[in-house]
């Protein structure tokens, strides 16, 4: 103990002359970055229709936003249509479907299902406790278009992207800030 003292005023006094010529002088601790995004609330679309299919839709909470994620199997990544509508209808029968929510975005991805993905699934993914999110329910695939209505607590940015792997599919994924 009696070593560590000493070891501790050595290096205080080492430090002292900096410190009076203002060079060790401890900077004011900076704030947390603020959650503050400028995606905007617009539709966004990019890419074309591929053969990859769309195997699972998972949710994720982040510190300023909830995130979707769906997964696509091999092949190029999908294209894609996100836009706030004012109701989710079903792929291929028409019929309006309920996403709870004060707002709902309508994900557009431009490949079909794959064999095991549950395109008209009410709850693809657990979002229970989300900031953000309300619902992830599927809208059907139809004509090699595959659609997912998110649910979200009001009208808010989001940015939409798409990133290649790991292995050899890709993801398309969807953020929404948890204010505006």
């Not at 560590?4 to 009076?20: D, S």
């Not at 509508?85 to 291929?92: M, T």
């Not at 095991?116 to 992830?136: E, I, K, M």
Request: positive net charge; proline residues 6%.
């Amino acid at each position: 103990m009696r070593k560590l003292t000493t070891v501790i005023l050595a290096a205080a006094a080492a430090l002292a002359p900096l410190a009076q010529a203002g060079v060790a002088s401890a900077a004011p601790a900076s704030p947390l970055p603020t959650c503050a995004s400028h995606w905007g609330a617009g539709a966004k679309h990019a890419g074309a229709m591929v053969s990859s299919r769309v195997l699972a839709v998972r949710a994720g909470q982040h510190r300023c936003f909830d995130r979707l994620v769906v997964d696509l199997g091999s092949g190029p990544a999908a294209g894609f249509r996100v836009q706030y509508v004012r109701r989710i209808i079903a792929d291929g029968s028409g019929r309006t479907l309920h996403v709870r929510g004060g707002a709902r975005l309508l994900i557009t991805i431009m490949a079909p299902a794959g064999r095991h993905y549950p395109a008209s699934a009410r709850n693809l993914a657990d979002v229970a406790g989300f900031r953000t999110f309300r619902q992830v329910r599927g809208a059907g695939s139809f004509e090699g278009i595959t659609s997912v209505g998110l649910g979200v607590r009001t009208k808010l940015p989001f940015r939409v992207f798409s990133v290649h792997g790991p292995g050899p599919g890709s993801r398309l994924i969807v953020d929404v800030a948890d204010q505006p």
